[in-house]
């Protein structure tokens, strides 16, 4: 099972851009679907999750500008990123796991440049 991120991009402080990322075959028991980013020289961190149920969270710097979703029919999760800010470039990761970690997929990265 792969999963493919994709749509990052240099955009202009205040832009959007629409992250995806896609399975590419349906996986049994995942019940979490995160957006993770890193930056130069930092460490990875939490963006957003939606739960199986549909149940989403926000780390406190993307709440209210940044919104996860996703396409069951699709297999493929969304981040839709508004009113972007020079510290959001980093590249974004999407990470699909179960609650206990015993199935934990990564895609490939894309890098998100906001530009001030």
């Known amino acids: 099972v792969q999963l493919q991120a994709s749509g990052g991009g240099w955009v202009q402080a205040g832009g959007s851009l629409r992250l995806s990322c896609a399975a590419s075959?349906?996986?049994?028991?995942?019940?979490?679907r995160a957006w993770y980013r890193q930056a130069p020289g930092k460490l990875r961190e939490l963006v957003a999750t939606?739960?199986?149920?549909?149940?989403?969270d926000y780390a406190n710097s993307v709440n209210g500008r940044f919104t996860i979703s996703r396409d069951v029919a699709k297999n493929t999760i969304y981040l839709q990123m508004n009113s972007l800010k020079p510290e959001d470039t980093a590249v974004y990761y999407c990470?699909?796991?179960?609650?206990?970690?015993?199935?934990?997929?990564w895609g490939q990265g894309t890098l998100v440049t906001v530009s001030s």
């Open positions: 075959s349906r996986i049994g028991g995942i019940a979490i």
């Open positions: 939606i739960t199986a149920s549909g149940t989403v």
């Open positions: 990470n699909w796991r179960t609650v206990a970690g015993s199935l934990d997929y």
